[in-house]
Structure formats: structure tokens, C-alpha cells
DNA sequence: ATCTACGATGGGAACGGTTCCATTTGTAGA
DNA sequence: TCTACAAATGGAACCGTTCCCATCGTAGAT
């Protein structure tokens, strides 16, 4: 009893089938389509739909020919914001009929490195960068093959690409406008520990240029989330400490809202009473007490971004005149009870 | 001034700096190294160190040999489920030295197709698929192609597939035993409507035979979440109702429960008083009011146990011996005061 | 009428691997 | 000493495309 291991049809099959030659289907499949007689274009499309063919990437990725891939490298798939910038990068794909394949490096500098050599190796058309480490070698190498590349949030070293992202001095300065008129005048800044160049370090950088622009007293606390018992001394602290002041924590990032509203809960403070700002919006920020107040980012109108800046290079072609620029969005301040006394 | 596309280096490279010819070097790249005297394997080693080279994935792929390539289909990617499950299949991937190619089809039927070819095109060794509608043709197609699948929750009408995911009716019967012990005696049922055998129906029936056994009432809202307006209506009607056993709602799954709590809350409801429960463990869910009971679901272990389903099929090769099987998860109940009147 | 140009098509050499099969060499058994 | 066999290695065909270049008409220019 054999198994039908039915092979696929190949371009050659079709090309019999539609009396025709290889070269002929595949430019049918390829830009070149009009190039070919309207009667050549219809005996092709009926043998291809007659035999099921579609083109092997793997093929024509080996020969040169475009692949209509994109590629995404996300930190973090378990990232609310990462997913909505990533569903805004699909779509804007489909809408150019690219496919998009996506990989997630689980913060791990190595699996990042892992996967950009995974990409490269599936030539992609443009790849969308979220980067955790600073893999310039591979990122370089990826540029010279002519591969373009938009980075979200993050300039990397040397290499040549545009940074897509939000406008993180004017978002901290809602955060602190918003905070300061709800009359909260010690402020608890809370991140997870920044890196060269990321974004969080210009918001952390915007936040004590912030308060000392504006006289508020304030306090960084930069741990790793996951050291739970160190953010909740941290919070306890400053919310115990007897003072005069109404006080707030402001959270650079999704991750640190929740682990704040976490440590706020467990020490039992009245949100609104100790003011909780986060930036990035969240399905449950609205739920929880009486709401949380959020700035919120255009994700999706990021991610199209991205893909935009990726197309303009690709058609930009050799030339390397557009020198890397950086596109920023504005956040929205979604106000809610948190921040309310 | 030309453009330096530099190129890769090539199997050919290796083997001329490694005085070896490339059949050795891509030995060394395969299963066979150990064929290999350990002379040869060092000078390949350090050939391909020194030249930095990384095998062609597209290239390999094409002449029969395995794409070392595992794709899957994702419907819904902003759910923080499907993202769950999705990263424990990356992880036992890259245990497997395996690569994952992710899709999002977005509840879109016709993508799922567009994708299921594009993934088939890759020549994948494997698809985990989490689907919309019922592409029984498209799945046909790579079964008959040799293919392994698995399937995320749902079965798929004739298709020959295991299927990994929740113990469905255990799950329901943990979640009304537990509403029954806290006294709620008047349930609502909220899902999203159920397709043709997808968990949500077996769910569906299973409440409607548990609470016959039990002696309970309920009913059932099956309305496509995005009308809240219906929503609100039906849980305000439920709720208003005169009566003297306490009401609980039950949520099919996390984005009942989302819609859920923004309704109670819309309606000033105070949890607990009206009783909810929700299938699928979320971030938030300890966060809001007294916190919210759910079942939590193995997700980890239901996206690890979806790749070994896929490696197992693999080795047993063209043997059709194994008849598709069906992997059942316990869910686990997570008490919180959303259930405690 | 001849030349040129261009549009439509096809032939065949890559692309970078894998794999079948042949070759070389070392060694144990007869 | 001869044979047999296994281990180590290399040569070359092949996978399904794309793309360069050649071919063949035919229409417009000279």
C-alpha cells in the first residue's frame, strides 16, 4: 500500500500543460506579467488553476527573485504593545500582498542574533526590528546585502536605518503636565532598567529634566520587574513616607503599570489618593479601581509606518541618499481615576 | 562608487578554505557529522567560524532536505491565549533546533487559506493550526503532501490531524461545581457564537448537560462580543430580575470575560454579589474588584505538547498506523472573590 | 526592398545546497 | 597474501526557480 506522497506541481508541469515555456509562467507569477500575449496569459492561468500550481518560495528565494516576504523581529510576543504594533505591520503587508513571518526573540540578545541570521537566510524584502541587544554585525551585514530595515523605538549603533516610534520627550511631558495639574508633586518614576539608546532611556532622561523643569520632587526606581519584593519595598516606601505632598508613580511601560497596580493593590492604597499614570494603553486599564490613567500610543499607525519606510527604501533602490530618519507619534493622554483625587 | 553587496559565503567557500569538498562540509551541517574524522570536523569548524558561515535555509530546503521550518497558524493574535499557547511552541522549537514561522489570520477565513499556501510553499515540516473556518481543502492538500498537523482545540471535519487542547467538558464541570459550592443557582452562559465543532460548542453543550444535572438555571448569551449593546442588555436583564438565588455569569473564554467586567461595571454591579467566572487566566484578573475567578489553562504545556504531537508524527514517517489522536489539558481553578459572595 | 527596433517567447546557465554513487584507503578475516 | 568490507571522502546530478541572452516575427523608418 504505497503512501500517496502526491508531489507537488512544478512550473515545468504547467508550462506542458499550457503549451508554453517555464520562462513564460514564471514571469506570469512575477511583475513581468503584462509582458506576455493576452492569449498566452489566459492558456497559463487555466493550466496553473487546472494543475493547483504555486510558485516554491524556497526556489525562487534560492534564484534571486523577491521573495514578497517581510520579516519582524519582536523582543517580546507577550507584550500587549508589541502585538497591536504587529498587528499594524500585518496589515499594512496584506495591503501590498507581502507576507509576513514573524519571530519572537524572547529578550535573549543570542536567539536575536539566531533569528536575524534566520531571516537573512529566507532573503527577506525588508525586515521591522524590535530589538533587545545590539546585534550591529549581523543588522550591518543585513544592510550591505541590501536588505532594508526600519528599527521600532531603538537606534542601534552605527547602522544605517530609520527609527520608527513614538515621541517619548513629549509623551513624558503629558505624563508630567497631566500629573502636575491634578495637583501630585512627588512622583515615583518606575522602569525597568534602560539600555544605550533605548527608549527608555529618553524617558528617563525626560523625566528628570521634567520635574526639575517644573520643581516637582521626584524618584526613579529602575529594577527589573521581576524582582517583585524590591518594587514592592520601593513603592511601600514612598507611599508610607509621611509628607504633605499628594504623590503619584508614573510607569514607563506596560510591564511596570502592572507590577505597580500589582504592589499598589497588595499595600492597599486608594488609586487616585496615590496617583497612577502608565504609558501604554491596556484592555484592563479602564477595569481596575477607578480606572487607570494611560498615555496611549497609535500602535497600529506605528506598525504601518514601518512598513512604509520599508517600501520607500526598497524603492529608493541603490540610493543611499535618504540618510536614517526618525519618524515619531504622538501619545494621547486617556485620563481616568488614577490620577484623580 | 559601487554599492558593496557583499555575499555570503557559500558552502563552496568553506570547503575550498577548509580543504574539504562541500559534500564534507555539508555533512558536518547535517545529521551525519560524525561520519566525519574528527580532523575534518575541526578544520571545517574553524573554516566556517573564520568565514562565518551559515548554511542557506532556501537552498537546503529545495533538494528534498528538510527545511528544519515549522509554521503556524494563529487566528487570533491579539489574544493573549493564542499568544500563550504560541510561545510554548517556540520554545520546545528551539529546543528542537526548529524554526517558527507564525501567521496571524486575523478570524479571517479567507487568509487562513492565503496563508495555509504560503506556509505550504515554505515546505514547512510541520503546521500547528489554531483555525477560523474549515480549509479541510487546503489542509487536505498538505496532508497528502506528507505533512504533519496538529490541531489547536478544534477538529477539522474529515482531515486526518491530532488535536491538543483543553479537556473541555472537565473544564465546565470544574467551573459550575465550583459556582454550585459558592451558592450561585441562576448561571449565564456568555459566549461567542459556536461554529461547527470548535471548543466553544463543546463548551456550550457541556453547560447546558451540567446544569441540568446539577439542578441549576441558566441561560445563554451567544452574540458576537463587538454588539455591547446587546450585551449590556442581556447581563442588565439578568442581573435586574427579581429572585432569590444568587447569579453568577460564566465566560467562555477571555474576551467573554473582558466584555463581561466592562458590563458589570457599566451596570454598577459589585462582584461577587453577582458571581463571575471566567475560562482563561489573564494578567488583569487578580486585578479588578475582588479579583476574578477563572480556570487557567496549560497553555505552556498545550503549545509544547502541539510540536512533540508534530515530531512524533514525523518520525513514524509514512506509517498511517496512528490514528488521530486527541491530547486533553486539565484546566485548574484559580478562586478569587468574583466567586465568594 | 532592406534595415532597425521592439515585442513575444524560449533555451539554458546559475542559485546553494543535498544525496546517490564511486573511489580511495585501512584493516580484519580467510 | 588475498579478499572483503567498512569508513572517509569526493564528483556530479538534481531540486524548482529566475534571469540573461538568443530567436523570430513584424511594423515603421530609410
Redesign the pocket.
Known sequence: MPTTTQ??????E??REA?????????Y??EER????P???TRIAAAAQRLG????R???G?????SRLIGMLVADIRNPFSVAVMHGVEQACRERGLSLMVCNTDNDPAQEREHLALLASYRVEGLVINAVGSPDRELQALVEQGTPLVLLERELGEVEAEVVGLDNVRALDMALNHLQAQGYGELLYLSEPPEQASPRQTRLTRFHQGIAARGLAGEVHCRPLGDTEALHHAIGDFVARPSTVPRAVLCANGNATLAATRALRALGARLGEVGLLGIDELDWCELVGPGITTLAQPTEAIGRAAVECLMRRREGGGERIAPARRVHFQASLIPRGSTRR
Open positions: 508531489q507537488r506541481t512544478t512550473i515545468l504547467v508550462a503549451r508554453a515555456s517555464k520562462t513564460s509562467v514564471s514571469r507569477f512575477s503584462e509582458r506576455l500575449s492569449d498566452m496569459q500550481y504555486r510558485p516554491n524556497m526556489a525562487s534560492l534564484k534571486g527573485g523577491r
